[in-house]
């Protein structure tokens, strides 16, 4: 059974930080690319920062709204991919999903995650 667990979602100021979670379960990590996606109210699910598998070198694409601010990482050995949230915005307020094996893949509950001004 697969599972995607997120966590880290919270309320901070603009220009704060956050770090996300994710630990996967129940299908080969290591061998699978791994996102985050976000949806804000009344707005369609987006994709914020993709990292393929260690084998395909870690190759991180990034939305350009983020670039720059935040960073995508994985440890295999713990099963867990991250996104780092720097110099955060109150756009950046959304549902944060995480994604194991592309759109038709798996899909985590979501963290909230809000910005204040």
């Known amino acids: 059974q697969v599972q995607l667990v997120e966590s880290g979602g919270g309320l901070v100021q603009a220009g704060g930080s956050l770090r996300l979670s994710c630990i996967a379960s129940?299908?080969?990590?290591?061998?699978?690319?791994m996102g985050w996606y976000r949806q804000a109210p009344g707005k369609q699910r987006e994709l914020v920062a993709t990292?393929?598998?260690?084998?395909?070198?870690?190759?991180?694409n990034y939305a350009d709204s983020v670039k720059g601010r935040f960073t995508i990482s994985r440890d295999n050995a713990k099963n867990t991919v991250y996104l780092q949230m720097n110099s955060l915005k109150p756009e950046d307020t959304a549902v944060y999903y995480c994604?194991?094996?592309?759109?038709?893949?798996?899909w985590g509950q979501g963290t909230q995650v809000t910005v204040s001004s």
């Open positions: 994604n194991a094996q592309g759109p038709s893949g798996y």
């Open positions: 129940g299908f080969i990590f290591r061998i699978s690319a």
């Open positions: 990292i393929t598998s260690m084998t395909s070198g870690g190759i991180t």
